[in-house]
C-alpha cells in the first residue's frame, strides 16, 4: 500500500538528507544544483520553508504563506533548524490521521487528497536531497521504500511532459536503470548530473 510505503519512506529520506548537511561548506551554497537554477543555498531555504509547509498539512493545521526566503535570507541557524524542521515533518506524517481527508498547504493554496499531500512531501525530500548530494559530490542512499512510493506519484504519462511549478519534462533513462534514477528523470533532472 502507497501510504504505508510513504509512512516508512519517510524516516529514510529525513535521514538521508538529514546526512547530507554535515558535509555542507559555506561555499557551497551557491553551488549549481541539477534543479534548474537553484543554488544549494536556494534549494536549503525551500527545504526550511516545506518542511514547516508540509507538516502544517499533515497536522491538518492553517499553512503559512507559499514560497520560501532566497538563499541571501537563509537563515543562520540552518544547520541548527532544518534537521528539527525534517524531523517535525517526518513525525507529523507518521500519524495516521495525517492520511485522512484532505490536506492544504501554503494557506489553503494547495489543497489535496492527504495521501496524495503525503507522497509529494515524500517526493520533495528525496529529490532535493538527491539534488543536494549531487551538487555537493556527496553520496545519496535512501530506502527502497521511499522511491518506490513516489514513483507512483511520478509516472503517471500525462506528467511526461512536466507540470509548470511542479515538475519539469521528464528526462529519458536507460530502462535498467535503478528505479530512484527513473523518479529522478520522472522529476525532469539528469540522474547523470555532475557539477
Not at 509512512?7 to 558535509?23: C, D, N, Q, W
Not at 509548470?164 to 534514477?181: E, I, K, S
Request: proline content about 9%; overall charge negative.
Amino acid at each position: 500500500m502507497a501510504e504505508d510505503q510513504t509512512k516508512m519512506g519517510f524516516a529514510s529520506a529525513s535521514g538521508a538528507l538529514e546526512v547530507l548537511l554535515p558535509g555542507l561548506r559555506d561555499e557551497h551554497l551557491t553551488a549549481a544544483t541539477p534543479c534548474g537554477h537553484s543554488t544549494v543555498g536556494d534549494l536549503l531555504a525551500h527545504l526550511m520553508d516545506l518542511a514547516v509547509v508540509f507538516r502544517l498539512a499533515a497536522e491538518k493545521a492553517p499553512g503559512a504563506a507559499p514560497g520560501g526566503p532566497p538563499a541571501s535570507t537563509l537563515d543562520p541557524q540552518w544547520r541548527d533548524l532544518l534537521p528539527k524542521r525534517v524531523d517535525e515533518l517526518a513525525v507529523a506524517w507518521s500519524a495516521p490521521a495525517a492520511w485522512t481527508g484532505e490536506a492544504s498547504a501554503a494557506g489553503g493554496a494547495l489543497v489535496l487528497p492527504a495521501a496524495v499531500m503525503g507522497l509529494v512531501t515524500l517526493n520533495e525530500l528525496v529529490v532535493h536531497g538527491w539534488d543536494i548530494a549531487r551538487a555537493t559530490g556527496q553520496p545519496y542512499t535512501v530506502a527502497p521504500e521511499a522511491v518506490e512510493a513516489i514513483h507512483g506519484l511520478v509516472s503517471q504519462p500525462e506528467r511526461k511532459q512536466g507540470v509548470p511549478g511542479l515538475f519539469d519534462a521528464w528526462v529519458a533513462v536507460p530502462a535498467d536503470a535503478p528505479l530512484l534514477d527513473h523518479v529522478i528523470g520522472m522529476n525532469g533532472r539528469d540522474p547523470g548530473w555532475t557539477s
